[in-house]
């Protein structure tokens, strides 16, 4: 077992990168929000009392690990002894206190540990019983993810604590079940859980382990090879286990006359988050960003605001920090930003690019070339992939993304990075394809 140290409550900051300088008659302005919570458990601890937010005084988080059974989970039989090995390492992560419980997916979900619609105390003697009880785990039958993550949510929603938490590993495609059945599903379990998915070999569809991530604002990732799962199982539970606060939104006022275009999550990885929004009153709106511990994340705010004579100025947004409280209403975090605009002749001041603002919409733009450029090499568009993934590449090496333009130089050659000129591959190993795909929403911070 991991040993945690207790931790005093993240405190959070907001923190606004903008140019707010608009010509006259200037209507949008653009912002990088950056969120940070600090002081309370790092990556790897945790707090050991009931959380400040948490409604009752029970332990502060529950885990549900769904593991694919399916009959493809035999092909090679490795696959599925390290599936189990995973499994024990994660549960062996948890700290003392945590409820558990371990549901097997096939073309229907199966309580694993400890079942009875139950979840049990993590301590040694349950950590124990739950790896006696992953040896009976065997592989058969079909796919169908929306009913693990039912039955997931089922669990979780029976335990009164802050933080609910699943982790979902695949193998397959989700063939059992309708896309609109799945659709359907994450519906239903967005804002009362969050999940972290992974794919284990190269059968299984990006689109959908990425998607219920991000519907469940959870991470989403490849483990090409089978043996890795253990490693990425501990470091996901850890994680996990470092968060302290659940259910965080950025509520985002603007004034009359003024409205969101867009707001989307641009670091630590792209997520948009525009069409996720909730009513909060008067002007204001709320969006879910999720579980947190010590971290930072940036964001990208897009306000429409009237348009002005030189000489104006005007608060085009306040953003700040919400939970959700027993009673039904909002707990302010404390943190606030503001966002402003203010009209000028000044040619050079009204048409400079925040250096932020600029590093990130090159990011975005990075997110989506790649997503085209592979769905385009897959329909034999090979002139229209080209394109797009050379102006990945000059993306990814004007911004310093070392690690997206690695995963590139895979798929094609790079015959010059700064102009983006490459040529498909021949070959391309499916792993290192699908490993793009997957990673292609990670960005890089911008140095500030």
């Not at 140019?19 to 929000?33: D, K, T």
């Not at 009359?256 to 792209?270: D, E, L, N, W, Y």
Request: hydrophobic residues 40%; contains cysteine.
């Amino acid at each position: 077992m991991a040993n945690f140290s207790k931790s005093s409550v993240p405190r959070f900051s907001v923190d606004v990168y903008q140019n707010e300088y608009l010509p006259q008659g200037g209507r949008e302005v653009n912002a990088i929000v950056t969120v940070t919570a600090t002081g309370g458990g790092t990556l790897g601890s945790a707090v050991t009392a009931p959380h400040l937010y948490a409604s009752g005084a029970g332990p502060s988080a529950a885990v549900v690990i769904m593991v694919d059974c399916s009959g493809s989970m035999d092909y090679p039989p490795a696959k599925m002894h390290h599936a189990r090995q995973a499994t024990a390492a994660a549960i062996a992560t948890l700290r003392d206190g945590v409820r558990f419980a371990v549901v097997a997916g096939t073309h229907v979900a199966t309580e694993v540990y400890p079942g009875g619609g139950r979840l049990a105390v993590a301590d040694a003697t349950t950590r124990e019983q739950a790896r006696t009880a992953l040896r009976k785990l065997g592989a058969g039958g079909g796919t169908a993810i929306g009913t693990w993550l039912r039955l997931a949510g089922r669990l979780l929603a029976s335990q009164d604590v802050a933080i609910r938490h699943g982790i979902l590993l695949t193998d397959g495609r989700n063939e059992h079940e309708s896309p609109d059945d799945l659709a359907a599903t994450l519906d239903a379990c967005a804002g009362r859980f969050t999940c972290d998915a992974r794919g284990v070999g190269t059968d299984w569809e990006v689109k959908e382990v990425t998607g219920i991530a991000s519907a469940l604002l959870g991470t989403a990732d490849i483990v090409a090879d089978p043996a890795g799962l253990a490693a990425d199982f501990t470091g996901m539970m850890e994680t996990a286990m470092g968060k302290e606060v659940a259910d965080v939104a950025l509520r985002v006022w603007t004034p009359v006359g003024a409205g969101i275009r867009f707001i989307k999550q641009v670091a630590p990885s792209v997520e948009e988050l525009t069409g996720r929004r909730s009513e909060a009153g008067p002007r204001a709106g709320d969006y879910p960003t999720g579980s947190w511990g010590d971290e930072s994340r940036d964001y990208h705010l897009c306000v429409e605001v009237p348009g002005a004579d030189i000489g104006q100025e005007m608060l085009a947004a306040r953003v700040s920090l919400v939970v959700p409280q027993p009673d039904g209403g909002t707990q302010n975090l404390g943190a606030q930003g503001l966002v402003r605009a203010v009209w000028t002749d000044d040619l050079a001041a009204s048409t400079a690019i925040s250096p932020q603002v600029a590093h990130y919409t090159g990011q975005a733009e990075l997110a989506q070339v790649i997503q085209e450029g592979l769905d385009l090499r897959k329909a034999g568009d090979r002139d229209g992939a080209t394109t797009k993934l050379g102006r990945a590449v000059q993306l990814a090496n004007a911004s310093g993304n070392a690690g997206t333009a690695k995963l590139l130089a895979k798929v094609v050659d790079v015959v010059d990075a700064a102009t983006g000129t490459v040529r498909l591959k021949a070959k391309v190993e499916e792993a290192d394809e699908m490993t793009l795909e997957t990673r292609s929403t990670k960005t890089v911070r911008v140095k500030k």
